[in-house]
């Protein structure tokens, strides 16, 4: 555990800080059993073939030079994939840092900004790292987002889609009549779409930038392209809010993508045919885990993503956490009101989502 500690040659606001607590990254658990790791969400897939080879031909005497600064070969290819313009596309170093500069740029209003009680817990940290004053949202008794509660004053809204830790999925048209709402009622407030999960069973936002000039979708490689370690995340939106964002990251790296992500990010992308296979397949076990839990006595809430969040019948779930990681199977839970009850459980592959129904046969 992380030791609480002060200095005075902190700043006051780092003093003041709650820093995000990510999902732990174990080196080794004790035992012979393998580790199976079910709580950040990371694809149980390898990157495409055709990635690793583009990072590997990238490797070599160029990476002396500096990378494109505008990263002009992978906006192109973002902006083709999604029929857009360049111009369209902002690309940013994994989609936190793409988050962080929009709380910048597009956030600091007067107005509090809105996202849900229950949601990804980094955005109050950005709120708190830049000043923003925001207010939650409740979701509804069965953890859905309700679009008219967001029909009050506010500095912008943003919140995952599919929604996170929940899995559940507001439908396109719900989408748009947030944006039209918000376009009614604060014209000047952005509607940021995190679509961190999107591949695993929504439909992107990304069709309606065109039409709305208050529209921010933000996506990322690190899920559905398996490409996590490469940290490449991008932003799609009208052309005002891009250069809100651009100006807000050539004020703070101007080199945030390197030579080998950016290659294999244009790789992955091209490979179409790989990205949706592997989609299926989480889709197909994320199906067949959400039935045998269910079988079993669990709440299971239904997920776009590519984890489920569950809750235990015979058993509380900080006890369960504990139990499953006795047997070298660790899961996500999260000590918060409303939730403290559910454990979020990623998908895994065919093998390991039948190692974790045996264990929990064992222990519950």
Request: hydrophobic fraction near 40%; include cysteine; charged fraction near 20%.
């Amino acid at each position: 555990l992380m030791m609480t500690m002060s200095s005075p040659f902190w700043s006051q606001i780092v003093a003041e800080l709650t820093p995000y607590t990510p999902g732990e990254q174990p080196k080794s658990l004790s035992g012979e059993t393998p580790l199976i790791k079910l709580n950040t969400n990371e694809n149980p897939y390898p990157p495409s073939p055709a990635a690793l080879k583009a990072i590997g031909a990238e490797r070599g005497e160029r990476l002396r030079l500096y990378p494109d600064p505008h990263s002009e070969q992978l906006k192109a290819s973002i902006s083709d994939y999604y029929h857009l313009s360049p111009d369209q596309v902002f690309i940013g170093n994994g989609s936190d840092e793409v988050l962080a500069h929009l709380f910048a740029a597009l956030l600091k209003k007067p107005q509090p900004i809105l996202f849900p009680d229950i949601t990804y817990s980094f955005y109050p940290v950005y709120s708190q790292l830049y000043g923003i004053e925001y207010k939650t949202v409740a979701l509804t008794e069965r953890f859905e987002i309700d679009v008219e509660a967001y029909a009050q004053p506010n500095g912008g809204i943003i919140f995952p889609n599919p929604n996170a830790p929940t899995g559940l999925l507001l439908p396109l048209e719900a989408i748009e009549r947030l944006l039209q709402q918000q376009l009614k009622y604060n014209p000047s407030s952005v509607v940021v779409m995190d679509e961190a999960y999107i591949d695993f069973g929504g439909v992107s936002a990304a069709a309606l930038v065109d039409k709305y000039p208050n529209l921010l979708v933000v996506q990322t490689f690190s899920k559905s392209r398996s490409l996590a370690g490469l940290r490449v995340g991008f932003a799609l939106g009208d052309r005002a809010l891009i250069d809100a964002l651009e100006r807000v990251k050539n004020s703070f790296n101007s080199y945030p993508i390197d030579r080998l992500a950016s290659a294999g990010a244009v790789a992955a992308l091209e490979d179409e045919a790989y990205f949706q296979t592997c989609c299926k397949k989480i889709m197909t076990s994320r199906t067949d885990l959400a039935h045998a839990l269910q079988v079993r006595g669990f709440e299971v809430l239904p997920s776009a993503a590519n984890f489920l969040f569950v809750k235990p019948k015979h058993i509380p779930a900080q006890e369960l956490t504990k139990r499953l990681r006795q047997v070298n199977i660790i899961v996500r839970h999260f000590k918060m009101a409303r939730i403290e009850e559910f454990i979020r459980i990623s998908i895994g592959t065919e093998a390991e989502m039948g190692a974790l129904i045996k264990s929990l046969d064992q222990i519950a």
